[in-house]
């Protein structure tokens, strides 16, 4: 006899990034795709995850709405393909998130130089709001 599974305990921790800016936004995105590509080069994560998680239509979306530079939005299209890279053609995999890392890279080197601003991406939570 089955016993049944007990329910998933849900976590109530949240965490809330937030890019004010076109510049700050694609370079958030580009760092964060930039750690997904090594997460998946070191295989701490499948292509499936990857994709589901961050390289997926919704992002592609966002960053077409906010004119996001087009290297970027390049190299996130190619990168909402490495499912699809890895299920086709494994053997190719390797080069194509090389390639996206190399995109990802330059568009970095491409944007405004960094500035010190007071804005944090981590958003505090609203209890912890002054």
């Given amino acids: 006899m089955n016993e049944p599974t007990p329910p998933r305990l849900m976590s109530q921790e949240n965490l809330w990034l937030r890019a004010e800016g076109l510049v700050d936004s694609q370079r958030l995105v580009a760092i964060s795709a930039l750690g997904m590509c090594h997460a998946l080069v070191q295989g701490a994560v499948t292509p499936a995850y990857a994709c589901h998680q961050l390289f997926g239509?919704?992002?592609l979306s966002r960053l077409a709405t906010l004119k996001a530079h087009p290297e970027l939005r390049h190299a996130?299209?190619?990168a909402s393909e490495f499912e699809d890279v890895a299920?086709?053609?494994?053997?190719?995999?390797?080069s194509a998130i090389s390639e996206v890392q190399g995109k990802?890279?330059?568009?970095?080197l491409a944007l405004a130089p960094l500035e010190s601003t007071e804005e944090k991406w981590l958003v505090p939570l609203p209890d912890q709001q002054a």
């Fill in 57 to 59: 239509p919704a992002l």
């Fill in 76 to 78: 996130i299209h190619l």
């Fill in 87 to 94: 299920d086709v053609a494994p053997a190719k995999l390797a």
């Fill in 104 to 108: 990802l890279l330059s568009v970095l």
